[in-house]
């Protein structure tokens, strides 16, 4: 686990004004990283670094003189299209970088001078995806996802034999994840109607959200190696907001025997900030178990994975509807969870993901699963939310959603906040579902 240092100390103010806002999602003790350049400019995408309502251009940075040489080598890496080539390299170098923004951008900095004419406004740019993500992994790490969805499927027995002993995850499509505020066409695919013994091919009707936390993967590991349980934070690199969209109609008739293939290949929507590991040191918190219940096998337990494997993260999915939009008026939250409610740990899902010998590299992305807590207004779908469609929701206004329609805007927002830490935030993960192409 991550210990605490300088960078977590609440009192550190920046010469950043904004740093200090009210509810700010990026104060000094945040500092997360994304690939942006400015908008309507032909220029290279780099990394940068959120302070208040600015971006710090670390490709800026790498050009002044006199960093150590640990900071020249991370800016050097922050200065490239991509991220991974700085999610590669050892924690030490990754937290040295980390320590030094912290020091220059500190009231009182020498360097303000020097670092003030790299600062962007947030609203002046446009992102990308951080890393060039080789490999995609959705992992099913929420018990109450999983009990509650296998209620729907299986009311005699939810929660299949081997959830509690194995973390469930399978092989996702890395190409169609985009980053926040690119929008998406509804999908198209294979559905059985109800009643009926011959499949269509048509638009899905049951189109759904799901509220997850996606995990980079910093330094890799060879081929045929496994990633003991204790080491492996040392090889994550930080955590995004993730909303793993689902049709759930195609799903339902492709899903088996061997899961799910259309009916998520189509968008994935990550935010454009990566929080690291180290950043959220401050919010850890017990991996939850039922008293008397077995501990898992030997390679994912341990006793500090139990004490402070989770991460107290608020997660919130916002809906924006087009006729909120035309009237003016404000998105309506949908529902509300914490990361703290997932069943396997980080550690846990990256060991167990190198068990057999699967090498990760820098940049690979690991999704959470939808994040539902235990009360049924915490649960992170509409599938959950609206008990398969046969309750749905009603909104301001009169308008009822029981899956998404053409013109909706799902928000994913998430931050963390303890008595004695500041407060700090992954910013938002939104995209528009626009109506399918013509067949």
């Not at 890496?77 to 080539?85: E, G, I, K, M, V």
């Not at 009182?108 to 993500?133: C, K, M, N, Y």
């Not at 139990?306 to 509807?321: H, S, V």
């Not at 069943?343 to 699967?358: D, E, P, R, Y």
Request: include cysteine.
């Amino acid at each position: 686990m991550r210990a605490l240092n300088a960078t977590h100390d609440p009192a550190l103010r920046s010469w950043v004004g904004s740093a200090q806002a009210p509810q700010a999602d990026f104060p000094l003790q945040n500092l997360p990283f994304a690939v942006f350049r400015r908008a309507r400019h032909d220029e290279a995408f780099r990394g940068g670094v959120a302070i208040g309502d600015q971006v710090l251009d670390l490709a800026g940075l790498a050009r002044l003189p006199g960093w150590p040489d640990p900071v020249r080598e991370a800016l050097a890496a922050a200065a490239q299209p991509a991220l991974n080539t700085l999610m590669g390299l050892p924690g030490a170098r990754r937290s040295a970088l980390r320590a030094a923004l912290s020091g220059a951008l500190r009231e009182g900095s020498a360097l303000e001078s020097s670092l003030r004419p790299h600062l962007i406004p947030q609203d002046a740019v446009e992102f990308t995806v951080p890393a060039v993500i080789g490999d995609f992994t959705d992992f099913y790490a929420s018990i109450h996802h999983a009990t509650a969805v296998g209620r729907m499927f299986r009311p005699e027995q939810p929660l299949l034999p081997n959830y509690r002993w194995v973390p469930i995850a399978y092989h996702g499509r890395a190409s169609s994840v985009r980053v926040s505020g690119v929008d998406f066409a509804r999908p198209r695919g294979q559905i059985l109607p109800r009643g009926a013994s011959v499949p269509v091919l048509a638009p899905s009707q049951r189109l759904d959200f799901e509220m997850e936390v996606g995990v980079y993967v910093g330094p890799g590991n060879a081929a045929g190696t496994t990633v003991p349980l204790e080491a492996a934070e040392e090889h994550v690199f930080g955590l995004c907001l993730l909303n793993d969209w689902s049709a759930r109609d195609i799903q339902a008739w492709e899903y088996q025997p061997l899961g799910p293939f259309l009916a998520k290949s189509f968008a994935t929507t990550v935010s454009p900030w990566v929080v690291t590991l180290e950043a959220l040191a401050p919010y850890r918190a017990p991996l939850a178990r039922p008293p008397g219940d077995a501990p898992p096998l030997a390679y994912l337990d341990g006793a500090a994975n139990r004490e402070g494997g989770a991460i107290d993260l608020t997660l919130e999915a916002w809906l924006e509807t087009a006729a909120q939009r035309a009237a003016a008026a404000a998105p309506v939250r949908l529902t509300r969870s914490s990361f703290a409610h997932a069943w396997w740990s980080i550690a846990q899902m990256l060991t167990h993901h190198t068990v057999n010998g699967c090498d990760l590299r820098p940049g690979d992305l690991l999704g959470s699963g939808t994040q539902s807590g235990p009360q049924p207004q915490e649960a992170g779908s509409l599938l959950e939310l609206t008990a398969g469609g046969r309750q749905p929701l009603t909104l301001p206004g009169g308008q009822t959603r029981s899956f998404l329609e053409d013109g909706d805007r799902v928000i994913l927002t998430g931050w963390c906040e303890r008595e004695g830490y500041a407060r700090i935030g992954f910013g938002s993960a939104a995209a528009t579902v626009l109506p399918a192409p013509p067949a």
